[in-house]
């Protein structure tokens, strides 16, 4: 005996994300005002550039050689395309380059979903809570190796990113934000990879295993077999062949953009990405994916960065509200001073000077 239907089930989970829309944009006139190598593609990237995506197995090619390239580039229109469709919901967002500059204004202009628009170089913060400006000629090491590549450098043993793995070490989420140990809640003692900031949701344990997550997965994603113990991009320690493997993946997309331009995709991750801070009438974006990509951009000269943000905004006048404030793991007083640290792009090492030195 047949049973009676009782109405129309539910879509599948892979019925939901093949009826998704992917990233809307708005066209308007722009091409002018915008770098050439900085262009969105009009159709499906022929070559993505990410950090962080869905992982896939592929045959390894010796480094460098035209099969790898190749393989390279089929691998990451696979990956945006998976990613696109079975693995993230990607919000439709809309490019508001052109239309405004200012995070703000276009949070106002388009509060229910993500949107992109050109922001300042140099107020644009990198590394997590190191808080490296993005300046073209500042002191990010990313963009201090990528320009001594293009006057030749092909090592990473000499170049600015090996001498702060060497000297920025810190041994505890206190130290990795700039916390003194003295005042540090028992929470910010943990390993440095719980370095969690006073506006975040996650509390140190959770931030832990988070970064340790995304650490190994980013690996993965870009051909390293490495974890979390051979080190992480946003400061020291890390092992030779951890940090030969960000160099390679600065290197790989320095010349990538400089010979194809730089392309980005409404996939997930195919954007710089950030979150808005503000004092007062001021802003900055402190960059939350694609920190490889943006200190390519910056070391090629671009005084402005295309980012994705949301209407989302960590202001100063709400630091009673923050969660990690909530719980008792920061003072207000103290979040306050980590937030202007962050804010004025200072690094957690030595506010006073730009010599870096270990924090132990």
């Known amino acids: 005996m047949t049973k009676a239907r009782r109405g129309r089930p539910p879509p599948s989970i892979f019925q939901q994300c093949f009826a998704s829309k992917p990233c ?18 009009t159709h ?9 995506t869905v992982s896939i197995t592929t045959v390894s090619s010796p480094p460098g050689s035209r099969v790898a390239e ?4 089929v691998r990451q229109r696979l990956l945006a395309w998976l990613s696109n469709r079975f693995q993230h919901h990607v919000p439709a967002c809309t490019d508001l380059r052109g239309v405004t500059s200012d995070p703000m204004h276009a949070a106002y202009l388009w509060p229910e979903s993500p949107f992109l628009i050109d922001v300042a170089s140099g107020a644009c913060l990198g590394l997590h809570s190191v ?5 073209p000629r500042g002191q990010n090491p990313f963009v201090q190796t990528v320009r001594a590549m293009d006057k030749g450098l092909d090592t990473y043993a000499g170049s600015a990113l ?16 700039g916390v003194s140990p003295q005042v540090a809640h028992p929470d910010l003692l943990r390993p440095a990879s719980a370095a969690t900031l006073p506006w975040d949701f996650r509390d140190p344990a959770a931030a832990q295993a988070f970064w340790t997550g995304v650490c190994a997965h980013d690996y993965r994603q870009h051909g390293f077999d490495l974890t979390f113990s051979d080190g992480w991009k ?6 030779e062949v951890a940090g030969a493997a960000e160099f390679t993946r600065l290197a790989r997309l320095h010349r990538s953009i400089k010979s194809r331009g730089y392309l980005r995709h409404p996939a997930h991750d195919g954007d710089i990405q950030g979150v808005i801070l503000r004092h007062h009438d001021q802003t900055r974006i402190l960059l939350t994916a694609g920190q490889h990509r943006a200190a390519v951009l910056a070391a090629l000269g671009h005084e402005t960065l295309p980012v994705r943000l949301t209407a989302s905004v960590i202001d100063r006048s709400g630091v009673a509200h923050w969660p990690n404030v909530k719980r008792g793991i920061f003072s207000q007083t103290l979040a306050l001073s980590v937030f202007d640290r962050i804010f004025a792009g200072r690094q957690p090492y030595g506010q006073a ?3 870096l030195r270990t924090v132990r």
Not at 44 to 52: A, C, E, F, K
Not at 70 to 73: H, I, V, Y
Not at 162 to 177: D, K, L, S
């Open 131 to 135: 808080a490296f400006p993005m300046s």
């Open 70 to 73: 190749q393989k390279r580039g």
């Open 24 to 41: 809307r944009t708005i066209d308007h006139a722009r091409n002018s005002a915008v770098p050439k190598s900085v262009k969105q593609s």
């Open 353 to 355: 000077s730009n010599r």
């Open 234 to 239: 946003a400061w020291g320690p890390a092992t």
């Open 162 to 177: 090996y001498a702060y793995y060497e000297r920025f070490r810190p041994a505890t989420a206190a130290a990795a934000i």
């Open 44 to 52: 499906q990237p022929r070559r993505p550039v990410s950090d962080t």
